[in-house]
């Protein structure tokens, strides 16, 4: 059984950090590209940033490009998103993919 489980999400002041993760299990996470999408409240679900297999080449959404980092650890099966000078517009639920595969997500909230 393919699982995807977020973590990291939480509330922080504009202009904080915050580190997610996304746990893969159940599938071969190194012969996957993944992503970050996320959907604000009211809103549909918004990519927000991708990285091909092998980790070389990441791709993000104009708005938070230079603000977030997209990594991951194929050793760990593990996906990262590095967000800095948070946003209250970044308030969402941010879930990890991978293909047809997607996590719960975690929440995260950008307010004062």
């Known amino acids: 059984e393919v699982q995807l489980v977020e973590s990291g999400g939480g509330l922080v002041q504009p202009g904080g950090s915050l580190r997610l993760s996304c746990a893969a299990s159940?599938?071969?996470?190194?012969?996957?590209?993944m992503s970050w999408v996320r959907q604000a409240p009211g809103k549909g679900l918004e990519w927000v940033s991708d990285?091909?297999?092998?980790?070389?080449?990441?791709t993000y959404t104009p708005s938070v490009k230079g603000r977030f980092t997209i990594s991951r650890d194929d050793a760990k099966s593990t996906l990262y998103l590095q967000m800095n000078s948070l946003k209250p517009e970044d308030t969402a639920v941010y879930y990890c993919?991978?293909?047809?595969?997607r996590g719960r997500g975690t929440q995260v909230t950008v307010s004062s």
């Open positions: 993919r991978a293909g047809q595969y």
């Open positions: 990285i091909y297999i092998g980790g070389t080449t990441t």
């Open positions: 159940g599938l071969a996470f190194n012969k996957y590209g």
